[in-house]
């Protein structure tokens, strides 16, 4: 049972333009949610989070957008760059100190 | 900037041999997990350690797998014996306990093939 799903396994996208990474999850006791960014050979890097209590939470270029009736999240890279291509993790948890239960994963790339 | 430490990197090993993999948390990093990420999927969580205690293991296959924490610094995955299925990357995160962030800081990760 996927409680977590990212459906597009990959994006392609231009540099300079928006990306838009979604995620949808099933687990209605998820308070907190996370981004991951993984380059090859290496281990999962945080990128962004939010908790169940907001519904957008920005840091640079990357915002993070919650719907909570929906049980739907999305990443916005706004503008993309080359080095931003990488595999994006949604991640989220039930409670602090508890697990993280990950998404499938999207592969991003941007194209120069 | 203080990283969680993984070795080896890589391992080969064939199969119904014995395998281990070891983590350094971050330093004061009370949580410690080890995750499992085969090809195409997220990572899944096989065992979460606080301190020295186990506090979930409930997708560690114990037939196989052991994970321990003796001095509730750094920990020690083993398969035995390892299986093809097994061929995967083991990833080692930590957290600090107190922040608020729920962020879990990753390792590099050890990369194994069972042939």
């Known amino acids: 049972d996927q409680q977590v799903k990212q459906n597009s396994p990959s994006l392609s996208v231009q540099e300079g333009r928006i990306s838009i990474l979604n995620c949808d999850y099933t687990n209605s006791m998820f308070d907190y949610f996370l981004w991951y960014k993984k380059y090859p050979a290496e281990g999962p890097t945080f990128l962004i989070s939010?908790?169940?209590?907001?519904d957008k939470n920005e840091d640079g270029r990357f915002t993070v957008f919650l719907n909570k009736s929906a049980k739907h999240l999305s990443l916005h890279i706004v503008p993309s760059q080359p080095g931003d291509s990488a595999v994006y993790f949604c991640a989220a948890s039930a409670g602090y100190g508890n697990k993280l239960v990950f998404g499938a994963g999207t592969i991003l790339r941007v194209k120069s | 900037e203080a990283e969680v430490a993984q070795s080896p990197r890589y391992k080969i090993t064939e199969k119904s041999q014995a395998v281990a993999f070891w983590c350094d948390p971050i330093?004061?990093?009370?949580?410690l997990y080890w995750y499992r990420q085969i090809l195409g999927q997220g990572p899944e969580l096989l065992v979460q350690?606080?301190?020295?205690?186990?506090?979930?293991d409930s997708q560690l296959p114990k037939d196989r797998f052991s994970a321990e924490r003796l001095k509730g610094v750094d920990s020690t995955l083993k398969i035995q014996p390892a299986e093809l299925g097994d061929s995967a990357m083991y990833l080692c995160?930590?957290?600090?306990?107190?922040?608020?962030?729920?962020?879990?800081?990753f390792g590099p990760g050890t990369r194994l093939t069972v042939t």
């Open positions: 350690f606080q301190d020295e205690s186990v506090v979930d």
């Open positions: 330093s004061g990093h009370a949580t």
């Open positions: 939010i908790s169940s209590i907001k």
């Open positions: 995160a930590s957290s600090f306990e107190g922040q608020a962030s729920y962020e879990q800081y």
